[in-house]
């Protein structure tokens, strides 16, 4: 993979992480308000952010290794 490739993708998951983190702070608040279906919404959409996270993660690593 090209520096320039691995760096692109590197970024883009430290910023997914970044929104994930957001997300996941703002469902807290929601929780603490009481925003039940709000919390949902936002812990679902994280998780789903969390979990293309961790497959890019996985797609830098395996192309490392090549």
Do not use: C, G
């Not at 993708?9 to 929601?30: G, M, S």
Request: overall charge negative.
């Amino acid at each position: 993979m090209k520096s320039e490739t691995r760096n692109v993708l590197l970024q883009a998951y430290v910023q997914l992480q970044e929104i994930i983190d957001k997300l996941y702070e703002a469902h807290d608040r929601a929780i603490a308000n009481n925003d039940f279906d709000d919390a949902s919404l936002l812990a679902s959409r994280a998780d789903r952010l969390y979990e293309e996270a961790e497959n890019l993660d996985i797609v830098i690593s395996e192309q490392e290794e090549r």
